[in-house]
């Protein structure tokens, strides 16, 4: 890494405040330049340039600046959004002139393959495949829900027999709703014997199903470089929280620290190993019996309301882990 590598770069998108900001804090205080990157804003308002001539060279200009890419010793992917190219753009072109951006990003990200990331692109892509998560989860002792993936109605109805009616179904990928806009998100649900006579879209979409497990509290965790910060929120006071904490509403339950026992910090330690993760959100149920089920780990998750709301100096360890690792490949 060359001696003038001070800059690290935070991958994000222009609605992206209070976590990214705490962050880039953070490392201005550890003596390094944060510089944020809005992926939506590119190509329409950010310009990068990658070439090669008896080897390589590639500049990042952002707000009037020209930045060599070798200056940029971290990279923290917090988002990677799609490009915002507005309305006078035809619609003919759209679709290809995304493509071809998400494809040219790609490409040049890849130009900073001598820094550290925290995580890197494809490890993430590959850490997001819930099914891969869920098998490695159990082979490293955690218990997880019985689950199903498909699209056969003949198999949910036998799984809804099997578990008395405790099921509950999610999506495996967040769901765009236009280019332009945010992906949108469906939250898990609980299933009722009038879905099971509306199975016929699974046809064109399968689904999750699992086993709805009974709940004392959910669970938050941040997996920081081997850090836990974990956060419990006690959703069952929520008429609409009860399957999924985030449709229940901040007046209705609130996030107090939690501690997880230390059997099961070491199986998420390995589970996050096996994902070669440095980072993630990890989503966890406790069980009125005390039992811990690993529901599931989003590598770029949100975390920003467990150190506003209990104090977690998340941002910090994020810091932490991009600059005193800064040297190792």
Same mark, same amino acid.
């Given at each position: 890494m060359p001696e003038q590598a001070d800059i690290v770069l935070l991958l994000t998108h222009s609605r992206d405040h209070y976590t990214v900001e705490r962050v880039a804090n953070a490392v201005a205080s550890? !003596? &390094?330049?944060?510089? @944020?990157?809005?992926?939506?804003?590119? #190509?329409? +308002?950010? %310009?990068?340039?990658?070439?090669?001539r008896n080897g390589s060279a590639h500049w990042l200009a952002h707000n009037g600046s020209t930045i060599p890419i070798d200056r940029v010793c971290a990279v923290?992917?917090?988002?990677?959004?799609?490009?915002?190219?507005?309305?006078?753009?035809?619609?003919?072109?759209?679709?290809?002139?995304?493509?071809?951006?998400?494809?040219?990003?790609?490409?040049?990200?890849?130009?900073?393959?001598?820094?550290?990331?925290?995580?890197?692109?494809?490890?993430?892509?590959?850490?997001e495949n819930k099914m891969h998560q869920l098998r490695v989860a159990a082979e490293? !002792? &955690?218990?997880?829900? @019985?689950?199903?993936?498909?699209?056969? #109605?003949? +198999?949910? %109805?036998?799984?809804?027999?099997?578990?008395?009616?405790?099921?509950v179904v999610k999506m495996l990928t967040p769901m765009?709703?236009?280019?332009?806009?945010?992906p949108a998100f469906v939250y898990t649900s609980s299933v009722s014997p009038a879905d099971l006579a509306e199975l016929d879209s699974l046809r064109y979409s399968p689904m999750v199903f699992q086993q709805r497990i009974e709940k004392a509290a959910?669970?938050?965790?941040?997996?920081?470089?081997?850090?836990l910060f974990a956060g419990s929120v006690d959703a069952r006071q929520s008429a609409k929280g009860q399957t999924d904490w985030r449709l229940a509403t901040a007046d209705e339950c609130r996030w107090t620290s939690a501690q997880v026992p230390d059997a099961v910090r070491g199986k998420l330690a390995a589970l996050m190993h096996r994902l070669g993760l440095t980072f993630g959100a990890i989503d966890m149920i406790v069980t009125p019996a005390a039992e811990h089920v690993f529901l599931e780990v989003n590598p770029t998750g949100e975390w920003?309301?467990?150190?506003?709301?209990?104090g977690h100096p998340i941002s910090s360890a994020i810091a932490d882990a991009l600059i005193g690792n800064q040297d190792q490949p």
């Amino acid at each position: 890494m060359p001696e003038q590598a001070d800059i690290v770069l935070l991958l994000t998108h222009s609605r992206d405040h209070y976590t990214v900001e705490r962050v880039a804090n953070a490392v201005a205080s550890r !003596g &390094l330049q944060p510089l @944020r990157f809005d992926t939506d804003l590119f #190509p329409s +308002e950010i %310009r990068l340039a990658w070439s090669m001539r008896n080897g390589s060279a590639h500049w990042l200009a952002h707000n009037g600046s020209t930045i060599p890419i070798d200056r940029v010793c971290a990279v923290w992917l917090r988002k990677l959004w799609p490009p915002m190219l507005g309305q006078t753009l035809d619609e003919r072109f759209r679709e290809q002139c995304i493509k071809e951006s998400k494809a040219a990003l790609a490409g040049f990200l890849d130009s900073l393959h001598g820094a550290l990331w925290i995580d890197h692109p494809d490890r993430v892509r590959q850490a997001e495949n819930k099914m891969h998560q869920l098998r490695v989860a159990a082979e490293v !002792g &955690l218990t997880i829900p @019985r689950t199903l993936l498909t699209n056969d #109605p003949d +198999e949910v %109805r036998q799984l809804y027999e099997d578990l008395g009616g405790n099921m509950v179904v999610k999506m495996l990928t967040p769901m765009s709703v236009s280019m332009d806009r945010p992906p949108a998100f469906v939250y898990t649900s609980s299933v009722s014997p009038a879905d099971l006579a509306e199975l016929d879209s699974l046809r064109y979409s399968p689904m999750v199903f699992q086993q709805r497990i009974e709940k004392a509290a959910e669970l938050r965790i941040a997996f920081v470089a081997g850090r836990l910060f974990a956060g419990s929120v006690d959703a069952r006071q929520s008429a609409k929280g009860q399957t999924d904490w985030r449709l229940a509403t901040a007046d209705e339950c609130r996030w107090t620290s939690a501690q997880v026992p230390d059997a099961v910090r070491g199986k998420l330690a390995a589970l996050m190993h096996r994902l070669g993760l440095t980072f993630g959100a990890i989503d966890m149920i406790v069980t009125p019996a005390a039992e811990h089920v690993f529901l599931e780990v989003n590598p770029t998750g949100e975390w920003g309301m467990l150190e506003r709301d209990v104090g977690h100096p998340i941002s910090s360890a994020i810091a932490d882990a991009l600059i005193g690792n800064q040297d190792q490949p």
